[in-house]
């Protein structure tokens, strides 16, 4: 978004307001979060209530971006910052928060990053690297696979497209080869390292090439490289924040694989999108 744009949006209130509205809503047609009936009564306070439910609601109700007691201009503000990626104690100091506020909407947002990523249908093909990595502080004993302390993370990066990584329980066949059938498509080649995890990969439907990086790093077409360069991008980020809890630390991760999949887009109007989603509800 250019800089005239986003200083008309945050100019006033209601233009912030309508902004986020258009995102909350469809050309504005609004319809209950609860049961998605358009059918709605318009009470006196500006609410609205639900013919069929009978739900009472304002028009964020059941967003994430309903969370916290942020005006619609701080938020647009704050998204800006996010997206520049300032610190939280930045983002404080530049928006005249409180420490925990911003902390909390930043996580708001990692959390509606996170819901969305979940909601996507991503599915990788053609030419695939699969590779896992450990994130954590400096510890000593055993480096590398099945390091102590460390957390366990799987990526699969499709070439000249996206990427897609989850923390695992282990980096065992089980877990590994699940995720990979979950979001590679059959016929895919696959380039690995030489991890005996992965010499199954060849009775799942797809044609398994491996680099022998005691020997080299790439032999033609077979390489790992880029999701490495992934690896080295996203742990460069997390150690700016000065120690992650592996609590919270799902949410970071998924903040870096929005961040690299949208990395030639504009984010701004991609997160606030995430923040307009309603939350999903969980039985």
């Not at 800006?80 to 909390?104: C, D, G, H, M, T």
């Not at 590779?131 to 510890?139: A, I, L, N, T, V």
């Not at 060849?202 to 790992?224: A, E, N, P, T």
């Amino acid at each position: 978004m250019d800089l005239t744009t986003y200083e008309r949006l945050v100019k006033t209130e209601n233009a912030a307001r309508n902004y986020l509205l258009g995102f909350c809503f469809e050309n504005h047609q609004r319809f209950c979060p609860r049961c998605g009936t358009r059918k709605l009564y318009r009470l006196a306070d500006d609410r609205r209530r639900c013919a069929s439910c009978r739900y009472t609601f304002q028009d964020f109700s059941g967003r994430w971006i309903n969370r916290g007691n942020l005006t619609a201009g701080q938020w647009l503000r704050l998204i800006k910052l996010f997206e520049l990626e300032l610190s939280v104690r930045k983002i404080a100091q530049q928006l005249r928060l409180s420490y925990n506020a911003a902390y909390n909407a930043a996580h708001t947002i990692r959390s509606a990053i996170l819901a969305h990523s979940a909601d996507g249908d991503l599915f990788l093909g053609g030419e695939v690297e699969v590779d896992e990595s450990y994130f954590g502080g400096k510890r000593k004993g055993k480096r590398g696979r099945g390091a102590a302390g460390k957390v366990p993370v799987f990526g699969i990066l499709e070439r000249e497209g996206r990427v897609f990584v989850e923390v695992v329980p282990t980096t065992r066949a089980k877990d590994v080869l699940a995720l990979t059938v979950k979001k590679v498509r059959r016929g895919s080649i696959v380039y690995t390292d030489r991890y005996k995890v992965y010499d199954a990969l060849m009775f799942c439907g797809y044609r398994h090439l491996r680099v022998d990086h005691g020997k080299y790093f790439s032999r033609g077409r077979v390489y790992i490289n880029g999701l490495e360069g992934f690896w080295s991008y996203a742990k460069e980020r997390i150690m700016k924040y000065h120690g992650v809890s592996p609590k919270r630390f799902p949410f970071y991760l998924k903040e870096l694989e929005f961040r690299y999949n949208h990395r030639k887009e504009d984010l701004f109007p991609l997160i606030t999108k995430c923040l307009c989603n309603l939350v999903p509800k969980h039985d």
